[in-house]
Structures are given as C-alpha cells and as structure tokens.
C-alpha cells in the first residue's frame, strides 16, 4: 500500500512563497511521475506540475515562471516551490504519484496510482 504525507499548505499574502511537501511510503519500486494538482471552490481539479524520473517537467500555463516542481527521487518526494502568489491560487493542493510497487496481496509488483489527502493553499490579498 502506497501512501502519500503533504506539508507545507497555509495562509500567505499575495506576492509571497510557499513550498509544499510530498513524501510517498510503501514498499516502492519505482515512482514515474509525481504531480501536484489544485482544486480552488466550486472548480474542477487541475494539472499544476508534474514531474517524471526521468527529469521532465510539465506546468499549467497559469503557474509557468512562478512555480517550480523538483523531486528527491532518494526519499521518494516531491516538492513545489510556489513564488510571487496570487488570490487565485487558492486551491487545495493535491499530491498525486504512479509507479510500480510491491503487493504483498498479490506477490508481485503492481502498477499503483494513488493520490494524496491535499493540503490547503489560501492567498490573501
């Protein structure tokens, strides 16, 4: 079973820095991608980086230049480095990762999805 811990969401004025934490757990073999994705009020969930093993990068159009993805592939983690904020990105921030990890169910290594509880971003301005 994989789980994923988010930190770092809070209350920040527009113009300042936030940056959020992912750690994944389990009995990982390889993680593909790690993502964040941010759902504001009354929105549908949306893409606002990602990030694969293999060093590429992928940003919404909305948060390119501002918001930077990086992961530490040793401790399983993503980071987004979110600067120069503003009130519309007030969202709850979901960490989402897939990969391949060990199923003890099934003996075997399994491709796994799975998303993270979110943590709430809300800029004041």
């Known amino acids: 079973q994989v789980q994923l811990a988010e930190s770092g969401g809070g209350l920040v004025q527009a113009g300042g820095s936030l940056r959020l934490s992912c750690a994944a757990s389990?009995?990982?073999?390889?993680?593909?991608?790690m993502g964040w994705y941010r759902q504001a009020p009354g929105k549908q969930r949306e893409l606002a980086a990602t990030?694969?093993?293999?060093?590429?990068?992928n940003y919404a159009d909305s948060v390119k230049g501002r918001f930077t993805i990086s992961r530490d592939n040793a401790k399983n983690t993503v980071y987004l480095q979110m600067n120069s904020l503003r009130p519309e990105d007030t969202a709850v921030y979901y960490c989402?990762?897939?990969?391949?990890?060990?199923?003890?169910?099934?003996?075997?290594?399994?491709?796994?999805?799975?998303w993270g509880q979110g943590t709430l971003v809300t800029i004041s301005s």
């Open positions: 989402k990762a897939l990969g391949y990890a060990y199923s003890d169910y099934q003996g075997s290594y399994r491709y796994f999805e799975v």
């Open positions: 389990g009995s990982i073999f390889s993680i593909n991608t």
């Open positions: 990030s694969t093993n293999g060093g590429g990068t």
